[in-house]
């Protein structure tokens, strides 16, 4: 890369032919590539270490008494979903491979419809929301959640081995409840306003 | 499993800068305004920028993406964090790679480490800079605390000097010569180059990271370049 002359050089030269180099290594250094290929899938043991991130206050329920016995029930099965959901996506005792899958996706699918019986009637109550309020964008949440599911449920019809589809439904799953148990918080305390 | 939150985090509250153009290389002490000759450290990021055919409307575009991801994983969504891992982990790899000197295993490591950190900080993330600036930083710390901690070890069992580069991988980049010539370099050496020749950094921001003075920081990109001048010209 140098066009250094081994021919003895004069002085202004010398000082010409080191300028040149460190122009040629600053292009060279400027050229190498921004991104490097990583070897393996890190993500799985990303997604191992890292721990739910607490909501913020705002979505706390205005008061503990409020807390209907039938929000409590809901929040447990959610919760024992959501336990559930992350042994499955994180390291199980018995690692899943290949056929074992589906399988697995298959019992996630019936705790998911589980936690869904147990949350849907307590958000219907609040019938149709008006639009701009909250119920209404929480309608629009679970929309656009419940799209995305059905599209990585297509997905999977083509590819049902997939662990990154899987996680990925999983993850939504568990997204639809969240928005779920939120609209039945949010009808709790709507009902418990109303009569107090 | 690395221990991350016991690492120093003292930066990842702050925003960074040196895309905003406005800082300089001034501290107290320091001469004020460029001279000739130092030119060609003052900016390198604008530089690369145009080398590497950034296009800006692409960039702006993946910013407005990345800022709608983030505000969905720092409410907690895991979906979207391994969106932004997706998007970003190329870019991360190459820094961490070559601040720890080829060292595929540890460069490994230290991506899983940075974006678990990155998941941890993710609240104190202002949304000032771009996210890729903010997360490029993180990254860098990441590295240089993994490295004090390894330092450390290291004293207690052997004198630095007769330490082994252990675990170092030959490059297989399009320029392998000059990759594998950076992984030679000294470390602090080889930091301040990266950081400053390849990543685009100002010499204040990674005196800042690194904790050491902004002139040393333009003496160790001095040393780094006339060794591997000396070594490519070999």
């Given amino acids: 890369m140098s066009s250094k002359d081994p ?10 032919d080191e300028q040149h180099a460190e122009a040629a290594l600053l292009r060279r250094l400027a050229a190498l590539p921004k991104e490097r290929e990583v070897g393996a899938d890190l993500w799985p043991a990303i997604a191992q270490r890292l721990e739910p991130v607490a ?3 705002a979505a706390a329920p205005v008061s503990e008494r409020r807390w209907s016995l039938r929000s409590a029930v809901a929040a447990m099965a959610v919760a024992g979903l959501a336990s559930m959901l992350l042994n499955l996506s994180g390291e199980s005792p018995q690692p899943a491979v290949g056929g074992n899958l589906p399988m697995l996706s298959a019992s996630a699918e019936i705790e998911y419809s589980g936690a869904l019986q147990d949350l849907l009637p307590l958000t219907v109550s609040a019938g149709t929301p008006a639009p701009g309020t909250p119920l209404a964008d929480f309608e629009q949440s679970l929309a656009i959640v419940r799209d995305a599911a059905v599209a990585v449920r297509v997905a999977l019809e083509r590819d049902p081995q997939s662990r990154y589809l899987n996680s990925m439904l999983t993850s939504l799953q568990h997204r639809e409840l ?3 148990k939120e609209m039945a918080r949010h009808a709790d305390d709507t009902i418990a306003g109303s009569t107090t | 499993m690395r221990a991350v939150a016991e690492r120093d985090n003292s930066l990842e509250g702050l925003a960074p800068n040196h895309e905003s ?4 290389d001034q501290v107290s002490g320091q001469q004020s305004g460029p001279s000739k000759a130092e ?9 690369l920028a145009v080398e590497t055919g950034e296009g800006l409307e692409g960039e702006s575009e993946q910013q ?3 800022a709608e991801l983030v505000d969905a994983a720092r409410a907690g969504d895991q979906l979207a964090f391994e969106r932004l891992y997706r998007r970003h982990q190329g870019r991360t790899m190459a820094l961490c790679w070559r601040m720890c000197g080829g060292n595929d295993t540890l460069a490994a490591e230290l991506v899983q480490d940075a974006f678990v950190r990155a998941w941890q900080k993710l609240h104190l993330f202002r949304g000032e800079a771009k996210f890729t600036t903010w997360l490029h930083r993180l990254t ?4 240089l605390s993994d490295r004090r901690i390894r330092m450390r070890q290291v004293a207690r069992e052997q004198p630095l000097e007769s330490a082994p580069e252990a675990g170092m991988t030959p490059s297989l980049g399009l320029d392998a010569d000059l990759e594998a010539a950076i992984a030679k370099l000294p470390e602090r050496a080889r930091t301040v180059l990266v950081l400053h ?8 921001e990674i005196a800042e990271l690194a904790d050491m003075a902004v002139g040393t920081s333009k003496a160790q990109l001095h040393r780094a370049r006339r060794l591997l001048r000396e070594w490519l010209n070999e």
């Fill in chain 2, 21 to 24: 153009g406005q800082e300089s």
């Fill in chain 2, 64 to 66: 407005a993406d990345d």
């Fill in chain 1, 55 to 57: 909501r913020p206050p």
């Fill in chain 1, 178 to 180: 969240n928005v779920l």
């Fill in chain 2, 39 to 47: 030119k060609p450290d003052d900016k390198p990021d604008k530089k």
């Fill in chain 2, 197 to 204: 020749d390849v990543e685009g950094m100002k010499h204040t």
């Fill in chain 1, 7 to 16: 021919n003895g050089p004069s002085i202004g030269t010398e000082q010409d």
């Fill in chain 2, 140 to 143: 860098v710390n990441v590295v």
